[in-house]
């Protein structure tokens, strides 16, 4: 499932660096990918979220705010940059507005489907109307 | 049908509940949410299927890794609930797999726990789910799963009644609020 909701949360899958069902990003960041790429790709993946996101609520305004997000990096030792989600924030924030931020977590992965450099997988509140 | 009941059908007898390795508890719930601790291929006291996926394993022995730990999964579900039949649904699960430098299959490692809940549970066991490799996991094991399941409402009754859109939990609320 590409999301399910229970407990007035949203848990969406672990979503790729894909655009238009194609991967955009191949490879272990520090190695093929540079930093730059990596933070493009997580921004990405997170958008591809957010559609999920949004697919499953019926529409962004019935979301509160994004609580989580987690992001998977293959990443060389000492490639993984703690700014490595920066864009993805921005992209939050413009969601949902500065006050409502994510906690964000990054952990080192070896080896992600297709080998993709990054997944990001998001948990957001649901509005109370939607709320089951 | 009823999980437990399918369980039967199935054959599938689940494992002892697993220990804890650490200091730890199996799960914890809040609300109707029962988060579960991430879980190993265990069965009888022993870590089984240790090693890398892409060196050591093949595709198909993760997915029996990937089972195994469903199982161990269920069994701690039952424990915390008293009964598999109190499970509105599989929600979220992350499913961590030991992975050797270049293997990118673990969304096909992870089938083989994401089929068994669909056998347990129908379309209740289908699940939001991250499938990722790992460099290490504990022990050396090579799945380690955790699962976000949802509790049906009331008791511990065994039939779970179908909820029809947040009409039947008003009165309970309104029970709980005068206790």
Known sequence: ?132 | MGAEARLKELGIELPEVPKPLANYVRSVRVGNLLFLAGHGPQQDGRMMHIGKLGRDLTLEEGARAARLVGLNLLASTREALGTLDRVKRVVKVLGMVNSADGFSDQPKVMNGFSDLMVEVFGDAGRHARSAVGMAELPMGISVEIEMIVEVADGGGTRKAKPTRKGASRRPRRAARRRR
């Open chain 1, 1 to 132: 499932m590409p999301a399910v909701a229970a407990g007035g949360l949203l848990f969406v899958s672990g979503q790729d660096p894909e655009r238009r069902g194609r991967l955009a990003y191949r490879g272990r960041v520090g190695r093929e990918v540079n930093p730059a790429q990596a933070r493009a790709a997580v921004r990405l993946a997170t958008l591809n979220a957010l559609a999920v996101a949004r697919a499953a609520a019926g529409s962004l305004r019935r979301l509160r705010r994004c609580v989580t997000l987690t992001a998977f990096v293959d990443a060389s030792p000492g490639a993984l940059d703690r700014d490595v989600a920066t864009g993805a924030l921005t992209l939050l924030r413009q969601a949902f507005g500065a006050e409502k931020l994510p906690i964000v977590s990054l952990r080192p992965a070896r080896g992600l489907a297709g080998s993709m450099p990054v997944e990001v997988e998001l948990v957001l509140e649901l509005d109370r109307a939607r709320r089951r």
